[in-house]
């Protein structure tokens, strides 16, 4: 009996990875658009504001972890996260309705045949964020960051993420001729995909960047194309550092790979924030949890949007603060596994866990 329910379940995994690319591959074939029969290739024409309004400073997207829903539902941690980023980022424009996970932006509660079962795993999930059910979304979401990652569907994917961002930044009267910067922030797979969405947005005239916060990253094409990347890492969060493992164009050996070669050209920047997990208590959102030995006595999610703002600065984008230090940087991420010691100096901020310069 327990052989046939673990057969049953790797054959239910194999089956919904291979059905992944499906829903991107139906949008580009037109299944789900009322334009050409030839799917497009390019960013799509889009309506822009002709508003004589002021623009803002920058324009950041927010993409959230595999743990969304739709575009307007995270898991609960990232609520004060986003709170305390638009607070900090006054003169900017925050936007946060982008799903991700969906190359028509199209939630898993949205215009969907199984939309009903979605709403009560959604519900389930708000009264235990542990529930095994809840988990499906992880597992549905993650494929579709890796069919991103994938050099045969993610061209398609990742087009469809980035004419949907597109027409987001429009209804919130982005202007091309401005020039403002864009800034994708994501979170867990969202930093795959927005560096996957990047390799078509660079084709926008504004300045390109991306943090990615605990992302697992590939080689994508995208990277070619970016103004400027920094992937903020814990030493303590192993799944960010898969990206390392299991794209063999960030190993050492592939040198003309895009990840090596943005690294050697210095568009990329490594930042560790010290002792954070990927999920749970020390994670990059938590607000409640102080730093141990922080001389300003923060959460590890106030360390998360002090360094988002300091990254920010130091490019240039916010007006400068007297007396910021510089951020440290490490040449690649260390990952804790268990039965190791703990990580070297190198693989932390200078002054140890509790850096005050960040």
Known sequence: MILYLIIGIFLLLFVTAALAPLESLGWWAGWSREESEKGPSELSEVPVSDS????????VIYL???GAISGDSFPEEEYPFLHGLEARLPNAKVITDVYPYSVTNNGLTGQRMLAGLWERIEKLRFKNPNSLLAMFVNLRNALQMFVSADRRYGPIYNLGIANEIYRVLARQGYRPENRRPIVLIGWSGGGQIAI???GYLAALPSPLYVISLGGMLSDDPGLEKLTHLWH?????????????????????LM????????????RIDIICLGFYSHNGKGNYFDMETKLPND?????????TLDTIVHILTDQGLLKSKMGTPAL?????????????SAPTEAAVPAGGFGDPSI
């Open 328 to 340: 440290v940087t490490a040449a690649s991420p260390t990952p804790v596994v268990p039965g190791l």
């Open 255 to 266: 040198p003309n790979s895009p990840w090596n070669s943005a690294m050697a050209n210095g």
């Open 64 to 66: 959230s972890g595999i």
């Open 232 to 252: 903020l890492y814990g030493v303590a969060d192993p799944l960010q550092a898969l990206g390392g493992v299991l794209y063999a164009g960030r190993w050492p």
């Open 295 to 303: 001389a300003r006595n923060r959460t590890h999610g106030e360390k």
């Open 196 to 198: 996957g969405a990047a």
């Open 52 to 59: 004589n309004a002021a623009e803002p400073e920058m324009y």
